[in-house]
């Protein structure tokens, strides 16, 4: 087979004149800053509570997603029902709307004088301008990845499985709970590391819903924004790594959860 | 077994059916039906007129144009590559393959921000390469080619992700019969792997191309919001709406969402006419 030579050459130099190479300068820059300048803004204050907030909100919204995303993949494997199709493709939105646009659309629904938000308002329960906000930017931002990672293997689990388990005599819930369930386990995982790296570092979405008042609604992602605009390159880049450093280590241990769940069930 | 009783062992009856078919529906108009409702509904609040006048001001349009720009650019350059990439994996065998694949898809686990941040640091004018930039009178932040270099590092993995398991699954024998009946290497690709690929292909390009065009986070970090120069479609939407311009920044952002609209559309034509598996894509 020709073009080896070509292809690989072409591919590696690519990889590193917009990728490594440009990735590389934020290590560089981080390792070349003392340690007392990094800790001071890396882990200041006001950069832990974003911290806490961008990794808490995206926590809470890949939950959310876990739940219902499988809920939607189950309905859109298992069932027919008329539109079938338009809901499949409505699913990949966030994909393909612009996060800028599903920011402001989000906003003008939960805003106090919003669509939803007027009917929210006199219940005392406040969306836009509040963590839950972000939640819920973080929840669209995040479906997609849950859905298409159940459902390839919930189309390839076999009925013969669960005709077995019907035959010994188990209830439909516990079918799924005992059967069904383990086999998704590891791809609903998958979903969930995916939905929950992206709604980490997400920006667009939640710049405009969340209010990004300092130490109560700013992000982690928001706070790199604002001291690069003060012209605070370390600062800028102590945050992004310290962020950096925290997602990888999060996804190592969901790998390793995953690794272990597949030794357990023989796969 | 028969039928009857075997479908009623392993599903569930027609109200629960319809109780979980409900619940997700009711899920996805919430969450995903109603966001992009509202985008219309407020940019057409103020009747077509205002909505006409809104997305053809000098800034919008320049706004248009730049964005159409920075995918001209982008789409074809990573689509380069994603073959060029998808080729070297799938076709050989080679030590690091697994790592050259995760380096591919790294820039989809970077924040949007920090994929902006790294070419500050790297061109900015405090930047590594800044003081040269400058003494050569070359611009990259703040301009254009900042914005170019951003959206290839955000779209870098899209068309070979989608290539790779497609090329994959299809194996290499009908090259090797081309090449063994005397086609050489570039007519092998251009006659036997591109048209067993187009399709995927263009899924991978559709995908890429609205996420370029709709990247708002790195190209902010990059742009310096210059009006009329570096501002484009997502950032001027930004701009319009922080200025208490709902009705212009809808507009301009129900454009977006018809570019939205339109991928889906057509992304799901080619999905039901070729049934291709893309599994968890971006």
Redo the contacts between chains.
Sequence with gaps: ????G???G??LT??GL??????A??L??AAGMGWHEFVAVGLSHRALAAYRLSFGTAAAAGLVNAV?GL??A???V??S?PGK?V????????????????G???T??YAPNG??GQFLEPLGIKVAFTPIGII?AL??VG?P?VV??VE?VLADLG?DV??AA??LGAS?LQ?FNRVIMPAIGPALL??FA?AF?RG?????SVI?ISGNMPGRTEI???L??TQ?EQ?A?NG??AI?VV??LV?FAI?LLINAIQAASRRRMGI | MSRETTLRATSEGHLSQALLIGGALAFLGFFLALPLIAVFGEALKAGIGTFATAIQTPDALASIRLTLFIAAISVPLNMVFGIAASWAITKFEFSGKALLITLIDLPFSISPVVSGLIFVLLFGANGVLGPWLAAHDVKIIFAVPGIVLATLFITFPFVARELIPLIMEQGKSEEEAALSLGANGWQTFWYVTLPNIRWGLLYGVLLCNARAMGEFGAVSVVSGHIRGETNTMPLHVEILYNEYDFVGAFAVASLLALLALVTLVAKSVLEWRFELNSGASH
């Design positions: 087979m020709p073009g080896f070509l292809t690989f072409f591919t690519w990889l917009i990728v490594l190479i440009p990735l300068t934020i560089l820059k219902f809920l939607v189950w309905v859109l298992r069932y029902f199709r809901v499949s493709a409505l699913v990949d939105l966030p994909f393909a709307l612009p996060t800028a646009v599903a402001i659309a989000l003008a629904l669509w939803i819920v929840i669209f479906l990845f298409r990672s390839p009925r669960e005709e019907a035959t439909r079918t998958t979903g995916l790296a980490v570092g997400e920006y667009g405009f982690a992602p928001l790199i924004v690069l012209y390159y800028a880049t992004a962020m950096m997602s996804l």
